[in-house]
Structures are given as C-alpha cells and as structure tokens.
C-alpha cells in the first residue's frame, strides 16, 4: 500500500510539533530521547523530517508527541476548513 502525501506534505502536525518544542525550550535530540523513552524510536533526524513535513507520522507516534509535549491532541491538528 503506497502513502500519499497531502497537499504535497507528508504530514499536517509537523510544524505545530517544532512550535511547541521550541516553545518548550527542547531540542530536537532532547524530544527523540523522550520519544525514545515512550518506546517510539525516533532519531533528531526523523524530528527534523517530522517538523519539516518530509516524514509521515503514525498515529501512536502523534500519541506519543502528545504526551511527551503534554498537550491535547487538538493542538497539533490545524482547525478543519469549509474548503
């Protein structure tokens, strides 16, 4: 089964993913490592790709980002449009 990209980006959360964790004042190693510690083995240059929309996410690292960031999911998923 081939993954499609979305409006040319391979994910929608990356950038709300980087905002927060400069908000946090985290590195993206720092971030990899407490992925890592969720059992998400993601590497800085996987949260590089993330954060730069060139990676997908799946849906249990999106859980994972949520915890480890402590947020609600909503606010890593842009509002819905009427497009």
Known sequence: ???CHYNG???????RIRM???RQ???????AIRM???NVDLTQKCISRIETQERF???FELRAFC???K???????PPLSDD
């Open 1 to 3: 089964m081939k993954i």
């Open 9 to 15: 980006k391979a994910n929608i959360v990356g950038p």
């Open 20 to 22: 927060e964790r400069l």
């Open 25 to 31: 004042d985290l590195t993206q190693n720092e971030l």
């Open 36 to 38: 890592q510690l969720e």
């Open 57 to 59: 996410v799946a849906d």
């Open 67 to 69: 915890k480890v960031l």
């Open 71 to 77: 947020l609600d999911i909503r606010r890593l998923l």
